[in-house]
């Protein structure tokens, strides 16, 4: 079994193999991770993509564009209108597939064309383990996962990331906006909107793992049971922001934080 330092080096050796590289920098762990990595060993000879859409909170958007300009990362924003993708606010089993194939289609047509042939993404050893149908859109395109091909898992990003000094290493997983809404429930910019403002308070508050899932008119909140006190210590302004926003009712879902928590829905039907 390879050492933490030995995957470490693996993905070192990886990048510098690739030569020109352009990755996809989303600003969470695994991408922040991979990104300054890749900046250390290539230098001017990568360059960070980051997508901005309403499926992205603007505070993703903030934190990617200071960390960049703070580390001299070149950085490019692809503006989507993920509305127009098909297949997307029909909310499908596939939605992730098909917002995936065209957001890294974009990606790779500006890296090409900016003279950086290799497309990576940051993917890790852990996310076989989910149902991810965008990984077939990678796969197809030809999208390398360098944390993935290295076997770096999530644990290991963290503890690496915090060696390098990196804000992220203990930062909340995240995923994009539209996994707030069950499969099967259409999705429109204004529930997404509604998710981003409501996450936004509770980011406000404090919370460092959460989720607010769309059902209908309803709000489930997802925190860790630990936080279940914060919540009703605060549910006062949650309630009133909550119903500004739009939500008539609001729960809070005793099983707690869980990433990936409307999967749960696919298992079942399976059974």
Not at 50 to 58: F, H, I, L, N, S
Not at 155 to 183: G, M, N, V
Not at 244 to 249: L, N, V
Request: aromatic letters at 8%; one cysteine or more.
């Amino acid at each position: 079994m390879e050492s933490l330092s030995q995957k470490f080096e693996k993905l070192k050796n990886l990048l510098r193999e690739m030569d020109r590289v352009a990755i996809a920098f989303s600003a969470g762990v695994d991408s922040t991770f991979l990104a300054k990595v890749a900046h250390d060993v290539l230098g001017d000879n990568m360059v960070a993509y980051t997508v901005q859409a309403g499926m992205v909170p603007e505070r993703e958007i903030a934190f990617s564009r200071e960390f960049c300009k703070l580390h001299g990362i070149p950085q490019q924003l692809i503006e989507v209108d993920e509305m127009q993708v098909e297949g997307f606010a029909e909310n499908s089993r596939e939605r992730c597939y098909f917002c995936k194939r065209i957001l890294f289609s974009k990606i790779t047509e500006r890296a090409k064309a900016a003279g950086f042939s290799t497309v990576c993404e940051g993917s890790n050893a852990d996310d076989i383990h989910d149902y991810r149908p965008g990984m077939r859109a990678l796969q197809e395109l030809g999208i390398r996962s360098p944390l993935l091909e290295c076997g770096l898992t999530k644990a290991d990003i963290r503890e690496l990331s915090h060696k390098l000094d990196l804000p992220t290493w203990d930062k909340p997983s995240f995923a994009c906006l539209a996994s707030r809404i069950p499969y099967g429930e259409p999705i429109s910019r204004e529930k997404l909107s509604m998710i981003s403002n409501a996450e936004q308070l509770l980011f406000e508050l404090g919370f460092k793992q959460f989720r607010v899932r769309l059902h209908g008119n309803l709000a489930r909140i997802e925190v860790l049971p630990e936080d279940f006190d914060t919540v009703l210590k605060n549910r006062d302004q949650i309630l009133a922001t909550f119903k500004k926003i739009g939500f008539t009712y609001i729960s809070l879902d005793l099983q707690g934080f869980r990433s990936g928590s409307l999967n749960e829905t696919l298992a079942a039907k399976q059974v």
